[in-house]
């Protein structure tokens, strides 16, 4: 064997790629393409190759779950931004997240693997700096997508606990009870994504038809039975009950009711080594997805914005969830609000599921490449299970510990949110921008069945870091520019404070086994 000038790893032939997929089995083979792409990264084909391109985009579709989602986070929304700042901003961050998914699924057809983006940065960073810019990049996916299923536990359960009060009206709700109902809802995830997992893509395009037919379902039964808005209110009225200088200030600050439900495209990308003909199929099920669920998402926010009624009253419902009464206003029937709110819940359920198996596969991949303490443990796969157990325990953990915080303080955990999202977008920005810089200096980049001439490619990426800082930034915003400490936003807080944690176990002991994918990579000849 010949040694790779670029990485100085070994260059090998078809020889070699043919005698490693020799033993595996057909389930795990996939295609021609994808072992190429394995024995390329330096990866071992572990996992079943399951998915295809329905149940592949059925899960992307129910992880981001637009339409369902912007109804639960809208009262972040309503509070800064109102239905004007809601529905522009929308629209503004679906665009930005076209070009960003866009990017993202170029890179993910370049290098089809469940370590995404900490993968793609070390890859594409310069030389110098691929190591420790990937070990970090790894943690800032493991602190979004782990913060990002016990958000959703979270959401799910606190929405199962509007609906009791709907029906209940005697039933006094406590903190605790949410807690509760979000265990169990991560609980049912881990159940499924352990010894229901053969299922999961038959599932998830089950779930995608119920996602698709409950949007219109809902959709239909409040404009028919909805009251009426005025057209030139719904979009042109702002509010600021934040208390910020200027409406648009208040309307960027809400920006975060708006990014989580277009959030999470890549969450296929996690699971692309059980995906057959990744390279191919990755970029189309995430383009697909951010264009199906953006258009819905923003379909049912206009028509709940119309359907609205008083704002003030939807605000302080009981319920917690605005849309919960906004449905039971609508229909005037505690039945008929049960049923559209139980179908938003079911998908926010299934929801927390997709993340859930996304968050343990990204754990996975990062302890395969020995990026946390504990690596082997983390990394286990139990052979006949082909699933990452250790990785999907720890995931159900945090969801637990963290729902505790909600016992204590709802605020608190609601600044969860804003962790996940500002740690996923700083691992965009890092991947995207390494690919820009590439482009910018005409460095070579990987072949790829979906690609960009270099003019484009650099739009869309400029485009997107634009977008992206701009999102990070007010992430970070408290609801109000004058906080109290219960009311301030931790995010900032608990994102320093992890990254100093991955910065000091880099120096102090990850530096000497890390080394990152790109030490594994083989140049094919």
């Known amino acids: 064997m010949a040694q790779s000038k670029e990485t100085g790893v070994s260059v090998t032939s078809q020889v070699d790629l043919e005698s490693t997929n020799a033993n595996l089995s057909p389930e795990k083979k996939g295609t021609v393409d994808d072992q190429r792409d394995m024995f390329r990264m330096g990866k071992h084909q572990e996992l079943r190759r399951n998915f295809r391109f329905v149940s592949i985009f059925g899960f992307s579709m129910i992880l981001m779950a637009s339409w369902e989602t912007i109804l639960g986070t809208s009262i972040i929304g309503l509070i800064n931004g109102g239905t004007a700042g809601m529905i522009w901003l929308f629209l503004v961050a679906w665009i930005g997240f076209l070009a960003v998914n866009t990017s993202m699924a170029e890179m993910a057809s ?207 419902s009981p319920t917690g969830q605005p849309y919960v009464q906004v449905f039971y206003n609508a229909t005037e029937s505690y039945a008929g609000a049960s049923v559209l709110s139980a179908l938003v819940i079911f998908m926010a359920i299934f929801c927390n599921l997709s993340i859930t198996a996304t968050a343990s596969r990204q754990l996975w991949s990062f302890a395969r490449d020995q990026g946390i303490p504990g690596s082997p443990w983390f990394a286990y796969v139990r052979p006949g299970w082909d699933v990452p157990m250790n990785s999907i325990i720890v995931s159900f953990v945090v969801s637990c510990l963290l729902s505790l915080i909600n016992i204590g303080s709802t605020i608190a955990l609601n600044n969860i949110t804003s962790l996940s999202l500002v740690a996923i977008l700083a691992s965009y920005i890092a991947s995207i921008g390494c690919l820009f810089w590439r482009r910018l200096t005409y460095q070579p980049l990987l072949p790829a069945k979906f690609t960009f001439s270099r003019p484009v490619g650099l739009f869309l990426n400029a485009f997107s870091l634009m977008f992206l800082t701009l999102a990070f930034i007010f992430a970070f915003f408290p609801g109000n520019p004058d906080p109290t400490v219960e009311q301030m936003n931790w995010a900032c807080l608990m994102f320093g404070g992890v990254m100093l944690f991955a910065i000091i176990h880099y120096f102090v002991q990850a530096r000497h086994v890390y080394d990152g994918p790109v030490e594994y990579v083989r140049k094919l000849v």
């Open 110 to 316: 370049m290098a089809p693997t469940s370590g995404g983006q900490y993968h793609w940065v070390s890859e594409f960073a310069p030389r110098k700096y691929q190591k420790f810019m990937s070990f970090i990049v790894g943690w800032f996916c493991v602190l979004g997508w782990q913060t990002g299923a016990a958000n959703t536990a979270f959401l799910a359960g606190t929405q199962i606990q509007g609906l009791v009060v709907l029906n209940y009206t005697d039933y006094a709700p406590q903190r605790w009870h949410g807690t509760l109902l979000t265990i169990a809802v991560a609980s049912f995830s881990v159940f499924f994504n352990t010894f229901l997992v053969k299922k999961l893509p038959l599932v998830e395009g089950i779930v995608l038809i119920i996602h698709i037919f409950g949007f219109f379902g809902v959709l239909i039964t409040l404009w028919v039975l909805g009251p009426r808005g005025n057209a030139s209110d719904v979009f042109t009225t702002f509010n600021n009950y934040g208390g910020w200088s200027s409406n648009g200030l208040s309307a960027i600050v809400g920006i975060l009711a708006v990014m989580i439900p277009l959030l999470g495209a890549d969450g296929a990308v996690h699971m692309s080594e059980e995906l057959r003909d990744a390279s191919k199929v990755l970029p189309q099920s995430m383009i697909a997805t951010t264009v199906l669920n953006g258009a819905m998402g923003w379909i049912i926010l206009i028509t709940f914005c119309f359907v609205l009624g008083n704002l003030d009253d939807v605000i302080s």
